[in-house]
């Protein structure tokens, strides 16, 4: 038996030259695209643009043009300039959304051939809550699975959780799966580092798990996960929950677990969860035996009938310790925002009804008759398709009639050289 293990050894070695020398001749990896939509989105794509992601293009997709230009990323495009004039969509989704479905065209463009999407962008606001589902949309047409990575505002932001309960489920309409990240739990974990660096926070944990996902698919791994597996997990469709955990203690196997469901992302329960992906990540050291048991400890919870699907990296620079991020996928919780942030999104919810009510009541005091004087056109404008009320604004299946000069203004779209 000790020959056989002294063979299987010395293998190892030269098949690991073998793989050194063929990485990255690019034959049979799938593309992956990784589009930050609006503000934190953005500020998620730098993130990863900085770090680097093997294997991935970055895109980010704004109609603020002073943030864009502050942005790396592999591709940048600004959307709606003839809506926004560069200035951002003001905290509209509907503004984000209509200056998305303009540039449709070059979307479909950048995205091309892609074949895993990740879709990122922080809900609540107006570009990311209105673009993310208009990207996801083009995405998954194109034959592309798309995973929304998102994140939701604080409990304070009391109308931009209405804005993320409504942008959440568009997305999860369009997205294959939705990975949802709650802000508040930075209260919880980091309470007492300056605002500007909780965020930086929060985008450090989104890259890090798209760079973990993406380069466990493309990167030779001590247990790969393939294409094939992310599409069985994600085709779970709905809600997914993560947790991350890092553990320097000799009890890997217990202590990164323990560290993971201390911090859970999403408030959440899982257990009904349909699939789960577990990548980890550890030094050297990393015993087989080690990365199964945590594998099975962090999947323990999930019905007997899950799909798990675990995947095992090694990196140098964590010698003496070990990560684990997982995914689980189909949660059917009802409450996508959490039990916290869903109770103050039903409040502001309320407290708007109650306003649109009130001015209901005070309109029907106006003896005015404005008829359809103004509307009678629809939105379709010349290039689109006028529809009178109700009719198609024009919106989804043009560039919305920009010009040359428009198009190639230098920031419209940006592309490496």
């Known amino acids: 038996m000790q020959d056989i293990v002294k063979e299987a050894l010395e293998r190892d ?40 992601v093997d294997g991935a293009d970055t895109v980010a997709i704004n109609t603020d043009k002073q943030h864009l230009q502050m942005i790396e990323a592999d591709t940048k495009i600004l959307v709606g300039k003839s809506l926004t004039s560069g200035l951002g969509a003001g905290g509209d989704p509907e503004m984000g959304k209509r200056a998305t479905e303009m540039a449709q065209g070059t979307i479909e463009e950048v995205l ?22 208009v990207v996801s949309n083009i995405a998954k047409d194109q034959g592309a699975i798309v995973v929304g990575m998102v994140s939701t505002p604080f409990n304070v932001e009391r109308a931009r959780t209405v804005k993320a309960e409504e942008g959440l ?27 500007g660096k909780a965020f930086s926070v929060m985008d450090q944990i989104i890259a890090e798990t798209v760079k973990g996902i993406s380069e466990t698919i493309t990167q030779p791994s001590l247990i790969n996960l393939d ?23 000799k009890n890997k196997t217990e202590e990164v677990v323990k560290d993971a469901m201390n911090h859970p992302l999403l408030d959440v329960d899982y257990r009904g969860a349909t699939g789960g992906l577990v990548h980890i990540t550890g030094g050297p050291d990393l015993a087989l035996k080690e990365a199964e048991g945590i594998a099975q400890n962090i999947t323990e919870r999930l019905d007997a009938s899950a799909n798990v699907i675990w995947g095992a990296r090694i990196e140098e620079e ?29 409040k502001s919810r309320q407290a708007l009804d109650d306003v649109d009510d009130a001015s209901f009541d005070a309109s029907q005091n106006i003896d005015t008759d404005f008829g359809n004087e103004a509307g009678g056109s629809g939105r379709g404008g010349a290039g689109g398709n006028a529809g009178g009320a109700g009719g198609d604004p024009g919106y989804g299946h043009t560039d919305g009639g920009r010009d040359n000069l428009e198009k190639n203004n230098g920031l419209d779209v940006i592309r490496p050289d």
């Open 227 to 249: 294409y094939a597996d992310m599409t069985a997990i994600m085709n779970q469709g709905g809600v997914a929950v993560m947790l991350v955990g890092e553990t320097q203690d």
């Open 13 to 52: 070695e030269q098949e690991q030259q073998q793989m050194d020398e063929t990485e990255g001749d690019g034959f049979g990896d799938p593309r992956i695209v990784i589009v930050g939509c609006g503000g934190a989105g953005n500020n998620t794509v730098n993130r990863l643009y900085n770090i680097g």
């Open 318 to 346: 964590y010698k003496g310790k070990v990560r684990v991020m997982a995914i689980m996928t189909g949660v059917k919780s009802a409450q996508v925002l959490g039990p916290t942030t869903q109770k103050q999104a039903d």
């Open 169 to 195: 489920e568009n997305l999860r309409s369009e997205a294959d799966s939705i990975i949802v990240l709650d802000n508040n739990r930075l209260l919880d974990y980091v309470p007492n580092l300056p605002i």
């Open 112 to 133: 091309g051939d892609a074949d895993l999407v990740f879709v990122t962008a922080g809900m609540g606001g107006g570009t990311g809550t209105g673009a993310a589902p």
